[in-house]
């Protein structure tokens, strides 16, 4: 049974930083490209690309975040994590981790963890 779980969501004020995690168990970890999207608060949002990781450690992010935020992954504890920096309102949001099969394409959604950037 596949379960990704993450955590470290929280309240942080503008320009503030926040680390989270997303814990991965039932996939080989080597074998799927790992990313984090997220889905803000307005009506009609959409779930966007925050940014991936490949088992090769290539990286890959939205502009609104580069420079920002950093992905990184830990293959020896099956975790990846999304280092945000200078954090903006409009980074609020639900951020849901998202493992993808290199060999089938078959993906696995976490459940989320919520984001909030407000003074």
């Known amino acids: 049974q596949v379960q990704l779980v993450e955590s470290g969501g929280g309240l942080v004020q503008p320009g503030g930083s926040l680390r989270l995690s997303c814990a991965a168990s039932?996939?080989?970890?080597?074998?799927?490209?790992m990313g984090w999207y997220r889905q803000g608060p307005a009506p009609g949002s959409q779930r966007e690309l925050v940014?991936?990781?490949?088992?090769?450690?290539?990286?890959n992010y939205n502009v609104a975040v580069k420079g920002r935020f950093t992905i990184s992954a830990d293959s020896a504890k099956n975790t990846v994590y999304l280092q945000m920096s200078t954090l903006k309102p409009e980074d609020t949001a639900v951020y849901y981790c998202?493992?993808?099969?290199?060999?089938?394409?078959?993906?696995?959604w976490g459940q989320g963890t919520q984001v909030t950037v407000s003074s």
């Open positions: 039932g996939i080989t970890f080597s074998l799927y490209t």
């Open positions: 940014a991936t990781i490949t088992s090769g450690g290539n990286t």
């Open positions: 998202r493992a993808i099969s290199i060999q089938n394409l078959r993906t696995y």
